[in-house]
């Protein structure tokens, strides 16, 4: 199979497994030669005359189960009469309890399926001599602990136990205290840490602009390889929606597909006929796909340990591999944490512009061009007709002919494309960004400068009857216009009270604002825009003869329960599932697909 050497976790764990009595827990990381490093041990020491369960290997997916029964079948390829099953939910039970009932010696399976063919009497596991347990962190974190306490109390206590797992979370002490004898514990490299072969970028950008981020992300690398993971079974199938129809090969891999379509993702994947995999991180754990070159982070996991799973999909076996992170501004202390923990720096990623793209992709189309096959005996009588047909070209107008017929609608496309700013520059110039002016309090302008009631030259001060008691913050404010208003706005200085706030825009666009943020509501409260002269912004004065604004303080119009706003805090889809409707329309209509608290 190609293995000339054994892997360092080999060379740990193996020895140990040979022996007897020997309990061990392995911490390494994915992609470091696990499968291999249990199952050339089990498989030395199975008995094939005797037809019943000797090694049970637990697994956290359905994929993760398949893929070690297929390396084991693959390792065991000259022990004759070697059974090995897979057992997931998902497949005819049916089917394996019939295989089950003609004598297997391993059992791979899933812990629900397992327990649900022992409360049927028809698998008997009082015969098992070694048990492993595969990503044993995510059957824990997947919620798998009274399942697999029910298993391991079936099984002999004299069997020797081997914990395999990335991380090292408290639920794997707690069980190895409770089923293991003086376990031993392997450590490859530190806890936690990442594979050293993974090269971590991130790019910072604004939450609207993160899937123009991730189109450019993958032009830039023409023979990307890779998966791309996502927080939701809902957000992993638009986006895989998404760029199918923006003509990029990928496809979705989640919970929602039956067994037969995960199947057939993973089957086209894993023979490259899919370029990019769109997954939730549950999909694809344990998917062992040989030379993935990127994994894309469409956002950060909420757990710094699904980011180690994560990024170690790629850069396996020895090879190298890049984890990129798609992030926006409030996910830079996740990224901080992540570094601690995994032990490396993120490189800040810079965002490729729209001729570096179309170079690069040129001369990979040079590349591919170089390196071709060229079939002589089926083109060879052709040629002439071809010749004669182009004779009357130079060779380099054929040249710019055959690039131009392959990557016009390319180039065109990024003419026209703006670029994508750095969300960690407050001085963008495009929608939603911030211009030359701080945002904040009043107290944050410019000192002495100016009268702070006064708009800059060139903007225009506007009131919105929504402040920090609605819980709006600068952000919330920000995508309230970008939601509400169509088009580029320019946003100056933002000056939040307790009840109201005021905001600058390009006076040029001042009355568009006012009149596209009046007509909608937040949670059947209409929005109220409008001029900000003659207001008092010494104290929360409100919009009507200078009385106090008696706004509801109950409200939660910006945030979710109460507590601090969940704009923009990666904890929630980034989906477009905040329905704004326009409260004088007579027919209704959605501008987003959901009907939650914002509509038009």
């Known amino acids: 199979?190609?293995?000339?050497?054994?892997?360092?976790?080999?060379?740990?764990?193996?020895?140990?497994?040979?022996?007897?009595?020997?309990?061990?827990?392995?911490?390494?990381?994915?992609?470091?030669?696990?499968?291999?490093?249990?199952?050339?041990?089990?498989?030395?020491?199975?008995?094939?005359?005797?037809?019943?369960?000797q090694a049970l290997i637990l697994c956290p997916t359905r994929e993760l189960c398949l893929q070690i029964a297929g390396d084991l079948n693959d390792y065991s390829k000259y022990i004759d009469?070697?059974?090995?099953?897979?057992?997931?939910?998902?497949?005819?039970?049916?089917?394996?309890?019939?295989?089950?009932?003609?004598?297997?010696?391993?059992?791979?399976?899933?812990?629900?399926?397992?327990?649900?063919?022992?409360?049927?009497?028809?698998?008997?596991l009082g015969t098992v001599r070694s048990v492993i347990m595969d990503e044993a962190d995510e059957m824990l974190n997947m919620g798998f602990t009274d399942s697999i306490n029910a298993i391991l109390a079936e099984v002999p206590a004299s069997r020797n136990m081997l914990l395999f797992s990335a991380t090292m979370p408290q639920g794997i002490a707690s069980i190895s205290k409770k089923y293991m004898n003086n376990p031993k514990e392997v450590l490859i490299g530190n806890k936690n840490e990442g594979n050293k072969n993974i090269k971590h970028i991130s790019y910072i950008v604004q939450a609207r602009d993160k899937y123009l981020a991730l189109k450019r992300i993958a032009d830039f690398y023409p023979n990307i390889y890779g998966i791309i993971f996502c927080r939701t079974r809902k957000e992993t199938q638009e986006i895989a929606d998404k760029l199918i129809q923006d003509g990029y090969n990928a496809d979705s891999l989640h919970g929602e597909l039956s067994q037969q379509q995960r199947d057939y993702v993973m089957q086209k994947f894993r023979v490259k006929n899919i370029q990019l995999l769109v997954a939730t991180d549950v999909a694809a754990r344990g998917l062992d796909v040989d030379d993935l070159t990127h994994v894309i982070n469409y956002g950060l996991p909420d757990e710094v340990e699904s980011y180690t799973h994560r990024s170690g999909r790629t850069g396996r076996a020895g090879k190298t591999g890049i984890s990129i992170a798609i992030c926006h501004v409030k996910e830079k202390g996740r990224i901080r944490d992540i570094e601690r923990i995994i032990n490396k720096k993120f490189e800040k990623g810079v965002m490729p512009t729209g001729q570096a793209i179309c170079e690069k992709q040129l001369l990979n189309l040079v590349d591919q061009i170089e390196k071709v096959k060229v079939n002589e005996e089926e083109i060879s009588?052709?040629?002439?007709?071809?010749?004669?047909?182009?004779?009357?070209?130079?060779?380099?107008?054929?040249?710019?002919?055959?690039?131009?017929?392959?990557?016009?609608?390319?180039?065109?496309?990024?003419?026209?494309?703006?670029?994508?700013?750095?969300?960690?520059?407050?001085?963008?110039?495009?929608?939603?960004?911030?211009?030359?002016?701080?945002?904040?309090?009043?107290?944050?302008?410019?000192?002495?400068?100016?009268?702070?009631?006064?708009?800059?030259?060139?903007?225009?001060?506007?009131?919105?009857?929504?402040?920090?008691?609605?819980?709006?913050?600068?952000?919330?404010?920000?995508?309230?216009?970008?939601?509400?208003?169509?088009?580029?706005?320019?946003?100056?200085?933002?000056?939040?009270?307790?009840?109201?706030?005021?905001?600058?825009?390009?006076?040029?666009?001042?009355?568009?604002?006012?009149?596209?943020?009046?007509?909608?509501?937040?949670?059947?409260?209409?929005?109220?825009?409008?001029?900000?002269?003659?207001?008092?912004?010494?104290?929360?004065?409100?919009?009507?003869?200078?009385?106090?604004?008696?706004?509801?303080?109950?409200?939660?119009?910006?945030?979710?329960?109460?507590?601090?706003?969940?704009?923009?805090?990666?904890?929630?889809?980034?989906?477009?599932?905040?329905?704004?409707?326009?409260?004088n329309s007579s027919s209704d209509r959605e501008r987003r697909p959901s009907t939650n608290k914002y509509r038009r």
Not at 385 to 412: A, C, G, P, Q, T
Not at 496 to 524: P, W
């Open 81 to 124: 009469n070697l059974k090995v099953l897979p057992v997931y939910g998902g497949s005819s039970i049916e089917s394996q309890i019939k295989a089950l009932k003609r004598g297997v010696h391993i059992i791979v399976a899933t812990p629900g399926r397992l327990l649900d063919l022992m409360n049927r009497k028809t698998v008997d």
């Open 381 to 583: 009588p052709l040629m002439p007709d071809i010749y004669r047909k182009l004779e009357w070209l130079e060779k380099e107008d054929i040249i710019k002919r055959m690039v131009s017929m392959e990557f016009n609608r390319l180039i065109d496309y990024y003419s026209n494309a703006p670029e994508i700013q750095d969300a960690t520059d407050e001085r963008g110039s495009r929608r939603g960004e911030l211009g030359s002016r701080e945002f904040g309090s009043s107290d944050r302008g410019e000192r002495g400068s100016r009268n702070p009631s006064q708009a800059q030259e060139g903007y225009s001060r506007l009131f919105l009857n929504f402040g920090k008691t609605d819980g709006l913050y600068p952000n919330q404010l920000i995508e309230l216009i970008n939601k509400c208003v169509p088009g580029k706005v320019q946003i100056g200085k933002i000056d939040l009270r307790d009840n109201f706030s005021f905001f600058e825009v390009e006076s040029a666009e001042s009355d568009r604002v006012i009149k596209e943020m009046s007509g909608f509501e937040v949670d059947g409260r209409r929005i109220s825009v409008e001029p900000a002269q003659g207001r008092k912004d010494s104290s929360d004065r409100g919009p009507r003869g200078g009385g106090e604004y008696k706004g509801r303080r109950d409200r939660k119009d910006f945030s979710s329960g109460g507590g601090r706003p969940s704009y923009g805090s990666g904890r929630r889809e980034e989906s477009g599932d905040k329905p704004w409707r326009r409260s």
């Open 1 to 53: 199979m190609g293995y000339e050497s054994p892997m360092p976790v080999q060379e740990e764990v193996i020895p140990f497994l040979l022996g007897e009595d020997n309990d061990v827990i392995a911490l390494a990381q994915t992609g470091t030669g696990k499968t291999a490093a249990f199952g050339l041990p089990i498989l030395q020491k199975i008995n094939v005359s005797e037809y019943q369960p």
